[in-house]
């Protein structure tokens, strides 16, 4: 899984074998380490109902999805699923899952994509 974030955006783009994962584990989550002392993990986790959201605490970012919105999502022609939630002082956080590029590549599991 792949984490993007700039400014008060924040994608998560994952792979194939990820999208799997989630629809049948219900979470996926990955770890960056700094240190051997420091780490982010960042996951999504799938929830029966709600909004796409997204929160940080304890050194990790989770972001829930709606189970309908999963299974929009894990339809071939989906793309992408997007959320946005108010932060305060009237600004919001753009929360955009992605299906990795390679997804549609023939043996590619992941391509680095700018």
Do not use: C
Not at 7 to 20: D, I, P, W
Not at 22 to 48: C, H, N, W
């Amino acid at each position: 899984m792949k984490l993007r974030i700039r400014g008060n955006s924040l994608t998560l783009r994952v792979s194939k074998t990820e999208l799997a994962k989630l629809a049948e584990a219900g979470k996926v989550e990955d770890t960056m380490r700094f240190s051997s002392e420091q780490s982010l993990r960042y996951g999504i986790e799938v929830r029966p109902t709600g909004a796409v959201t997204a929160t940080f605490a304890g050194a990790a970012i989770l972001v829930t999805l709606p189970k309908p919105r999963l299974d929009l999502w894990s339809r071939p022609d989906e793309v992408s699923v997007e959320g946005s939630q108010p932060i305060g002082g009237g600004k919001v956080l753009q929360i955009v899952l992605e299906k990795d590029a390679a997804l549609g590549r023939a043996g590619g599991e992941e391509v680095s994509v700018a």
